[in-house]
């Protein structure tokens, strides 16, 4: 069993940045950022594994940023440019395999972004 801690939500105004950080309480091979705002699914944001194979949606190509520290397990998530589209309730999410596709495993309690206009 793996835990994942998120912190570094907040509420910022458009066009400012955040950082997101993601600890997780093991290795483990593929790690991400999913979000959901009301009245809509999940959205897979961003994900990375082990080998650095990264995946963006499209919507934040070029303004997010996704860095992982395999030495402590920690997943940050770099986000500029935020526009009010990126409000939402943000989860690390992890599994032993690549998060590109699928379900995953592990999910964190969640950290919110609010971007207000």
């Known amino acids: 069993q793996v835990q994942l801690a998120e912190s570094g939500g907040s509420s910022v105004q458009a066009g400012g940045s955040l950082r997101l950080s993601c600890v997780a309480s093991a290795y483990i091979y593929s790690m991400g950022w999913f979000r959901q705002a009301p009245g809509k699914e999940r959205e897979r944001v961003a994900t990375i594994d082990s080998d650095a194979l990264r995946y963006y949606t499209d919507s934040v190509k070029g303004r997010f940023t996704l860095t992982r520290d395999n030495a402590k397990n920690i997943l940050y998530l770099q986000m500029n440019s935020l526009k009010p589209e990126d409000t939402a309730m943000y989860y690390c999410?992890?599994?032993?395999?690549?998060?590109?596709?699928?379900?995953?495993?592990?999910w964190g309690q969640g950290t919110q972004v609010t971007v207000s206009s």
């Open positions: 999410a992890a599994d032993h395999q690549s998060l590109i596709r699928g379900t995953p495993r592990y």
